[in-house]
RNA sequence: GGAGAGAUGUCAGAGUGGUCGAAUGAGCCAGCUUGGAAAGCUGGUGUACUGGCAACGGUACCGAGGGUUCGAAUCCCUCUUUCUCCGCCA
């Protein structure tokens, strides 16, 4: 959530940064700042009330003491009616504040300067690209025809026992999700990220705090009877370990990692492209999550997005870094990476990775602040990537390590596995 | 699920209607002391909104939300949560 205070100090370069996110709703601004107003002076005028109020009930209590009950009674009147006022007020009071709330969760993080403006993904810019095609096969298979023929994933048991999207493993297939989940969690640990396990339900709170309520309303999966959301994603409940925190600014940085299933409801997105692992309601995820320094968040976003390069790179596979343009971006985001995986059986570039500098947009909404070294209070930056989520990066292992034979094992996981090879 | 007891500042813990933003102790910070440190002494030490150049003020916050009252940490209601006992259970 942006702050108050910085719009309207700089409500012109808010209007211009939006227009990069081609925000649909620009008059929010100003409605924003309106509220804001009120607000300030409806609350002025309750603090005015309620402070002769405090007053009056000072000097009653005095009277009292010294026995002047009469006096007291008289006074007693008289405050009737401006208790009604305060009443009156407050009600107003918790209106606009009511209003203004609304409509700044409404209002999407602003891009940072180096985002491209940009309606659709082809708009974004192409970083680097590393790395090259394997060898391949005549005629590759795309990894839902891999998974069917060596009987590692099995779609129909799990559209029978919950629905499309729900995926069920079986043997070296279910052992190669453990041994991605191990690997990544052992190369963030590697990296300092102390890793969380954290629960896979939300309340509405934290649900709000991170940002993707009321943006993402209808994507999460809600158990109403005890009103909490599956989480999306670990960035959720791993980040809002951080709400109502202030930390001392020797605490920072704070480097999480935590490995959870994540549900998407996906709704609305069906379709060739989401054939086989491409796109599922559950899948797994290792995230990395960190807390610093305003100063340095940029530099941290390098650095995590070094960090889940390195891991493709270690995994063999051929990728791009994009940066996304405005129209692509999320929400949340000021800044955002994407990682993709050639898949050449697919012929089209698979995401596997999202890593994104949220500045203070996060931080503001979970009043997560730090404590300066002159014993001021300021908002921090949070980032978070995927590092890595599992389907796509054991699709594109099934599609780009296939042989005639069967499916090689890349090197940097047979110790996670116990086996090389897949027939 | 049932019964009971709690939830107070960084922590421990007092406070059952006014003089309470809140005793006391610990911690932390600064100063004094010291060759240096410990101990000791002195002072300071919450958050948010808001007025003011500032000094310094105003308002709110004692788990959350309502209510009673001129006045609520204190009384009442609802919710959340912690602990103990019983039941159930991986």
């Known amino acids: ?10 409500k012109e370069e808010v209007l211009e940064r939006l227009s990069v996110k081609n925000f649909s709703q620009p008059q929010l601004v100003d409605e924003i700042i309106y509220l804001d107003n009120q607000r300030k002076s409806t609350q002025s005028q309750a603090d005015d009330l309620l402070a002769k109020g405090n007053a009056t009930a000072k000097q009653i209590g005095e009277l009292m003491r010294n026995g002047k009950k009469e006096e ?29 709330n609304q409509k700044l969760v409404q209002l999407p ?5 180096s985002v491209p403006k940009g309606k659709t993904p082809e708009e974004n810019e192409v970083v680097l690209t590393y790395g090259k095609l394997p060898q391949l096969p005549e005629k ?24 499309a999207g729900f995926p069920v493993y079986k043997g070296k297939g279910a052992k190669m999700q453990r041994a991605l989940i191990n690997f990544f969690l052992a190369e963030a640990e590697k990296a300092g990220y102390d890793e969380m396990m954290v629960p896979l339900l939300v309340n509405e709170a934290s ?11 209808g994507q999460m999966y809600h158990v109403g009877i005890d009103n909490l959301y599956l989480i999306p994603t670990a960035e959720v409940p791993v980040t809002n370990l951080y709400r109502d925190v202030i930390l001392k600014e020797e605490e920072l940085p704070i480097k999480n990692c935590g490995y959870t299933p994540c549900f998407r409801r996906e709704a609305g997105s069906y379709g060739a492209h989401v054939r086989g692992l491409n796109r599922l309601h559950q899948f797994d995820k290792v995230e990395i999550v960190q807390v610093v320094h305003p ?27 994009l940066r996304l343009c405005g129209g692509d971006m999320g929400f949340t985001s000021a800044l955002t990476y994407d990682m993709e995986v050639y ?39 949070t980032l978070n990537g995927s590092a890595l989520a599992l389907p796509r990066i054991l699709a594109s292992i099934l599609e780009n390590y296939q042989t005639a034979e069967g499916i090689k ?9 116990g086996f090389d090879f897949i027939d």
């Not at 530099?299 to 790179?313: A, D, F, G, I, T």
Request: charged fraction near 25%.
């Open 72 to 100: 007291a009674e008289t006074i007693k009147v008289e405050t009737a009616k401006s208790k009604e006022d305060i009443k009156a007020l407050q009600e107003q009071l918790a209106t606009i504040e009511h209003e203004l």
């Open 409 to 417: 094992v890349p090197e940097c996981l047979v110790p996670f596995t």
């Open 109 to 113: 993080n602003l891009p940072h300067n």
């Open 207 to 217: 649900g709000f705090a991170t940002g993707q309520l009321p943006d993402k309303e």
């Open 140 to 163: 590759p298979l795309p990894h839902w025809e891999l998974a069917a023929k060596y009987n590692i994933i099995d779609f129909e048991l799990g559209v029978k026992i919950t629905g």
């Open 1 to 10: 959530m942006l702050q108050v205070s910085y719009i309207r100090e700089n």
């Open 295 to 321: 100063d340095r968040s940029y530099m941290v976003l390098e650095q995590m997005s070094l960090h889940v390069q390195n891991l493709l790179q270690k995994l063999g596979l051929q990728y791009r870094v």
């Open 343 to 381: 898949s050449a059986a697919q012929e089209r570039w698979l995401e596997v990775s999202s890593v994104s500098n949220f500045e203070t947009f996060q931080s503001n909404r979970l009043k997560l602040r730090f404590k300066g070294k002159e014993g001021k209070t300021q908002l921090p930056h």
